[in-house]
């Protein structure tokens, strides 16, 4: 067993149990520390940063394990005629994850072709560029109140659409879902709750297709397995209190400080 390699698998896990509950791209900033400090290759560290998300989707199922129950348990009562009515939140899980699956598998894709082609130092830049990006969506929506309740089918395409996009590094899936529910009138708590809810079923296919795709990760099963418990029992001590940070802190203003270092620093080392 590699010592070395269990010991990056349990700091990954670490980070992940904690950057996850941030609007701050979980994965853009573990991405980054692989390829910058471990040097690991863009298309590996992607996937490891993917991978993990599958430790915190089942902390997350766990941490809402009452709610889900509740909307699992509303399901012999759906109907069409009051998917948005009544079982409004049901049909907005499902729907907004089913368009989130077809807008990621799509980035992922693009993200894989993409990162194939460019050096270290280009990917760095790009994780910059995009955690500046959804540092300024965050600063937009800072501050939006609303008193919307329940969501709408085209709530579900517009947050399911960008949580598809999350998956390229240094987009914040819960920065941006987040900010679009806020923007769209739902009280911070509802988004914060719609938002998380969505994420599981997220994480858990993002975690897929980094499983199930054949290029080289670098992590054996017992690194996988070291991350993937430490993720999961990090995420579930910390996510209630994070959460509560999240609201007190402007954590748009932590995306472009650290988007902004990520793209300096990748510009110097191309220079």
């Known amino acids: 067993m590699d010592g070395d390699a269990i010991r990056l698998a349990f700091v990954i896990g670490l980070l992940q ?12 900033n573990i991405s980054l520390y692989l390829a910058v400090v471990e040097g690991m290759p863009a298309s590996a560290a992607v996937r490891y940063s993917l991978l993990v998300h599958v430790g915190t989707a089942a902390a997350a199922t766990a941490y809402y394990r009452g709610t889900i129950g509740e909307l699992l348990g509303s399901v012999p009562g759906w109907s069409r005629a009051a998917a948005f009515d009544e079982h409004a939140e049901t049909s907005f899980l499902v729907a907004a994850s089913l368009v989130s699956a077809g807008v990621g598998v799509v980035a992922y894709l693009l993200l894989e072709a993409v990162i194939s082609t460019i050096s270290g130092a280009a990917f760095v830049g790009v994780i910059g560029a995009l955690l500046v990006i959804t540092g300024v969506v965050q600063r937009v929506a800072d501050g939006a109140l609303g008193a919307r309740i329940r969501p709408t089918m085209t709530d579900a395409v517009l947050v399911g659409s960008l949580q598809g996009l999350a998956i390229l590094p240094g987009v914040s899936r819960s920065g941006t879902t987040i900010s679009a529910l806020l923007l769209r009138g739902y009280d911070a708590t509802t988004a914060f709750r719609l938002s998380f809810l969505l994420s599981i079923p997220a994480a858990l296919g993002a ?65």
Do not use: H, K, N
């Not at 199930?212 to 993720?231: F, N, Q, R």
């Not at 954590?251 to 650290?258: D, E, G, R, T, Y």
């Open 17 to 28: 149990g904690i950057f996850e509950w941030l609007p701050i791209s979980s994965e853009g």
């Open 207 to 271: 975690g897929g297709l980094a499983a199930l795709d054949t290029g080289p990760t670098g992590v054996g099963p017992a690194a996988a397995a070291v991350a993937l418990v430490t993720s999961a029992v990090v995420g579930y001590a910390t996510i209630g209190g994070l959460l509560q940070i999240v609201r007190r802190i402007a954590f748009w203003a932590v995306c472009i400080a650290l988007g902004t270092l990520a793209m300096m620093g990748g510009l110097v080392a191309v220079i």
